[in-house]
C-alpha cells in the first residue's frame, strides 16, 4: 500500500433539532462539534480503499475498509474509559 496519505479537513456538525420530519436542515438548527481528519489509501492490486476519520488529536476514530465490489466493513474505536 501506499504510505503517501492524503488528508482533509472536515467540520463536525450536529443536528440539534432531533424531531426533524424532513430531509431538510436549516442552518439555524446545525452546530459544529469539532473537527475530523479525513485519510484515504487505495491498494490498486487488491481492491481495497481504506479510509481513516481522525479526531483534532491525531486519534483515529473510525477505520472504513471499501471493497471494489461495494461491500463496506467499519471500525469505530472508542478511547473513553
Known amino acids: 500500500m501506499n504510505d503517501l496519505m492524503e488528508e482533509a479537513i472536515f467540520n463536525s456538525v450536529t443536528c440539534k433539532n432531533g424531531s426533524r420530519k424532513s430531509g431538510l436542515i436549516k442552518a439555524e438548527d446545525v452546530q459544529i462539534s469539532g473537527s475530523s481528519k479525513i485519510c484515504f489509501e487505495e491498494d490498486h492490486a487488491e481492491g481495497i480503499k481504506i479510509v481513516l476519520?481522525?479526531?483534532?488529536?491525531?486519534?483515529?476514530?473510525?477505520?472504513?475498509?471499501?471493497?471494489?465490489?461495494?461491500?463496506?466493513?467499519?471500525?469505530?474505536?472508542?478511547?473513553?474509559?
Do not use: M, P, R
Open 53 to 81: 476519520t481522525k479526531d483534532a488529536e491525531n486519534n483515529i476514530k473510525e477505520i472504513k475498509f471499501i471493497c471494489s465490489c461495494g461491500q463496506t466493513k467499519s471500525l469505530t474505536l472508542d478511547y473513553s474509559e
